[in-house]
Structures are given as structure tokens and as C-alpha cells.
């Protein structure tokens, strides 16, 4: 999941929100002024329930927030890439850049994050009630922001499938059959069951509480979708272990000078058919212009307007080499939801790696069922009868 609005980075992990998060902060921060506080706290003023009802919620974000970068810390103390943590409106995602490599990682990864909201949750309880009587507004926070983090504990202890109860699960079941694929493929159907089985209770909820069973459903949604999606990954992965990006990248791929206008790069678009451009001068890469920028530029700009004014530039890209992984670049475009990878030795661009090859590759190799440098043989082969560029040396 891509963040909407970045706010920053920690520990080289980048922090951000999803525009759902300013839906689900609105209603919330709503429901406590407008109903949770007034009942427990009579008295107060209007301004006082919505000052309090605001702080509540960004405490409880941040709560989250501790709660992901718990998973976050851990994963990068075993080795495992952290690239973002994002919040949205189920609360919050942290988006590894690899895979723990064996299930006591996974498991010390996963309860990572209820163990710090157990702490805030039971500190804040425990400061609660001392806290009120020299501040009854303050006393208030911590006595919601205590039952609030116990709460997310729970739920988040169900067995279900990327939900961290299930994801020890799975580190469980890992272990004892020393199979994580089989392991993942268990945990992740309960974790659609129960999915299932939270939107039927919202579908039964919905005729009493409407919210409440539109939010059921809603979660229940997500939940099934987030596991069947999380055990394909998985299966993707396996499918591209031992490739590397050199034998699926495209050699020579057509590029463009960073001095053109956009109406010499919208002809080169349209003349290639293509979606992007890697942008070249003095053989160097200096940035990838793409038909999104393109849009965003005013369409009276374009006669005048160059290439290297829209395009992202090379210290913003993320890049391969022919030597890397490409289980690791996949999961790298994945989580920054790109669609091309340069490939590059130093400055100087070797190919492009598209999401259309790796589509490519991953249908003839299912459909062929055989090893992954067999695959990439036949592959080449069917470029090459194409009159293609050859993408193995």
C-alpha cells in the first residue's frame, strides 16, 4: 500500500498515511466528542469533547504507530528490510522488503506489535485513574487509550491470517512441518474463514447497528482478501526464486534525452506504444518520465515544457542490477506499486525490468511447469522468433 501523504522517516523506514486514515480519523474523533466522552463525562463544554475527542484519536494513531514500528525494529534486528509503515483505515500496515527466512524470525516478528500495545495499554490504565484526579480532560485520553490498545491486543491475537495472531500461527506451524508454504497455506484459510465469518456477522448486525455491521463487513472483506493475496504473493515469489533480473530484463530498451519537450515525448509514447521512458544523457541514467507526469503537466505547457522538468529523478528511482535477485526487486516494485525497475552498473542503464515480463515469464512458467532457468531459455528463445532484443548474455 502506497502512502498518500509521507510525513517522514524512521530509522530509514518511511512513515506515512493513506487518505482512508483522514475518513477514520474524522468519524472516530466524531464518535468520541459526540458520543463516548459525554457519557462518560458529563459536564464538559462542546469544545472541550472535541479537543478531547481529537487528541484521543491522534494518541491512538500513534498508538498504532508504536504497535508497527515494534514489527518494523524487530524485522530489522533479523535481517529483514523494512520499507514503509503506513497508516489507513483499518489502522496500520508495515511493508517488509523480504520475507523472515526462518519461523522463529516470523514469530518474534509478529508478536513484536501486540507486546508493545500491551505496554500502552496497560500503562495507560494504570496511570488513568491518578492521573484524573489532578486532570479529569487527561484522565479521559489514557482511560480510552488504555482499553483502546488492550482491544487492538485482542483482535489482533485472532488466528487469522495477516492478522499477527495468525501470523504466529503460521511461524507455529512452520516450524513443526518445516514447510512455510504449506504453513502460510493453512493459516491464510482460517484466515479467509474468519473473514468469512465476520462479514456474516455483519450482514446480521447490519438489521440492529447499521454502522457497526457495514464495519464488520467492511473488515471482514479486507481480511479474507488481505490472506488469499498475502498466500499468492508468497507462490509468486517461490515461482521467481533463483531468477535474476538479468534474464527477464529487456537490453535495450528505448529511451529519450531530457531536453526534448513534451510534445516530442508524447509522439515517442505514442510511437513506441509505450507507458515510460528511461531518460539518458551522456549514457548516464538521469530519471524515468512516465504518462502519469505527463498529465499533470498543463496541456498548453507542452510545446515549451522539457523532459527533466517531469520526470522523477535518478536519486528518487529505485534500481536493479543484472546480478540482484528478482524475488527482491518484485517484492521492491510491489510495495512501491512501480512498474518498471532500470538496471544499472553504476550510472550507466544495462535494461529495463518490466511488470509485463515478469507477468510474462510467470504464465509460461506455470503453464510449462518447469525451472526457472528452463523458463527463461524458452522465454528468450520466443523473443529472439520475434526478432526481439535477446534478454540473457
Same mark, same amino acid.
Given at each position: 500500500m502506497e502512502a498518500s501523504i509521507r510525513l517522514g522517516r524512521i530509522r530509514g523506514i518511511e512513515i506515512g498515511l493513506h487518505y482512508s486514515w483522514l475518513l477514520v480519523f474524522a468519524l472516530l474523533t466524531y464518535s468520541l466528542a459526540a458520543g463516548v466522552f459525554p457519557s462518560w463525562y458529563p459536564g464538559w463544554n462542546p469544545g472541550?469533547?472535541?479537543?478531547?475527542?481529537?487528541?484521543?484519536?491522534?494518541?491512538?494513531?500513534?498508538?498504532?504507530?508504536?504497535?508497527e514500528l515494534g514489527h518494523s525494529l524487530v524485522a530489522q534486528s533479523r535481517g529483514v528490510p523494512v520499507v514503509s509503515i503506513v497508516l489507513f483505515i483499518f489502522g496500520g500496515v508495515a511493508q517488509l522488503a523480504d520475507e523472515a527466512r526462518r519461523?522463529? @524470525?516470523?514469530?518474534? *516478528? %509478529?508478536?513484536?506489535?501486540?507486546?508493545?500495545? !500491551? =505496554?500502552?495499554?496497560?500503562?495507560?490504565?494504570?496511570?488513568?485513574?491518578?492521573?484524573?484526579?489532578?486532570?479529569q480532560q487527561l484522565g479521559a485520553v489514557l482511560e480510552y487509550l488504555g482499553w483502546a490498545n488492550l482491544i487492538l491486543v485482542a483482535f489482533n491475537s485472532i488466528p487469522a491470517y495477516p492478522l499477527d495472531g495468525g501470523r504466529v500461527l503460521r511461524a507455529v506451524l512452520w516450524g513443526a512441518?518445516?514447510?512455510?508454504?504449506?504453513?502460510?497455506?493453512?493459516?491464510?484459510?482460517?484466515?479467509?474463514?474468519?473473514?468469512?465469518?465476520f462479514m456474516a456477522g455483519g450482514l446480521f448486525l447490519v438489521f440492529r447497528s447499521p454502522l457497526s455491521g457495514i464495519w464488520l463487513?467492511?473488515?471482514?472483506?479486507?481480511?479474507?482478501?488481505?490472506?488469499?493475496?498475502?498466500?499468492?504473493q508468497l507462490v509468486i515469489?517461490?515461482?521467481?526464486?533463483?531468477?535474476?533480473?538479468?534474464?527477464?530484463?529487456?537490453? @535495450?530498451?528505448?529511451? *529519450? %534525452?531530457?531536453?526534448?519537450?513534451?510534445?516530442? !515525448? =508524447?509522439?515517442?509514447?505514442l510511437a513506441y506504444n509505450v507507458r515510460s521512458f528511461p531518460v539518458v544523457e551522456d549514457g548516464r541514467l538521469v530519471g524515468i518520465v512516465t504518462l502519469t507526469d505527463v498529465r499533470h503537466a498543463p496541456r498548453a505547457e507542452w510545446p515549451v515544457r522539457r523532459v527533466r522538468d517531469l520526470m522523477t529523478?535518478?536519486?528518487?528511482?529505485?534500481?536493479?542490477?543484472?546480478?540482484?535477485?528478482?524475488?527482491?526487486?518484485?517484492?521492491?516494485?510491489?510495495?512501491?506499486?512501480?512498474?518498471?525497475?532500470?538496471?544499472?552498473?553504476d550510472s550507466r542503464l544495462l535494461g529495463l525490468l518490466t511488470r509485463n515480463a515478469l507477468l510474462r515469464f510467470l504464465q509460461l512458467r506455470q503453464e510449462v511447469a518447469r525451472t526457472p532457468d528452463e523458463v527463461a531459455a524458452i522465454y528468450a528463445e520466443q523473443r529472439r522468433a520475434r526478432n526481439l532484443p535477446r534478454i540473457t548474455d
Open positions: 472541550t469533547y472535541w479537543a478531547v475527542g481529537a487528541l484521543s484519536s491522534l494518541l491512538l494513531f500513534a498508538s498504532v504507530l508504536a504497535h519461523a522463529r @524470525d516470523e514469530f518474534l *516478528i %509478529a508478536v513484536a506489535g501486540p507486546l508493545v500495545s !500491551l =505496554v500502552i495499554g496497560t500503562g495507560s490504565i494504570l496511570l488513568w485513574q491518578p492521573v484524573e484526579g489532578v486532570n512441518m518445516r514447510n512455510v508454504l504449506r504453513a502460510t497455506r493453512i493459516a491464510a484459510g482460517i484466515g479467509v474463514a474468519i473473514g468469512f465469518l463487513i467492511a473488515l471482514g472483506w479486507f481480511l479474507q482478501n488481505a490472506a488469499q493475496q498475502s498466500y499468492q515469489r517461490r515461482f521467481f526464486e533463483g531468477v535474476r533480473v538479468g534474464q527477464l530484463m529487456d537490453p @535495450d530498451p528505448p529511451t *529519450i %534525452a531530457p531536453d526534448l519537450t513534451i510534445d516530442q !515525448l =508524447v509522439d515517442a509514447l529523478p535518478r536519486e528518487r528511482l529505485i534500481t536493479a542490477t543484472p546480478d540482484d535477485d528478482l524475488e527482491r526487486v518484485l517484492r521492491l516494485m510491489a510495495a512501491h506499486e512501480i512498474h518498471q525497475v532500470p538496471v544499472v552498473d
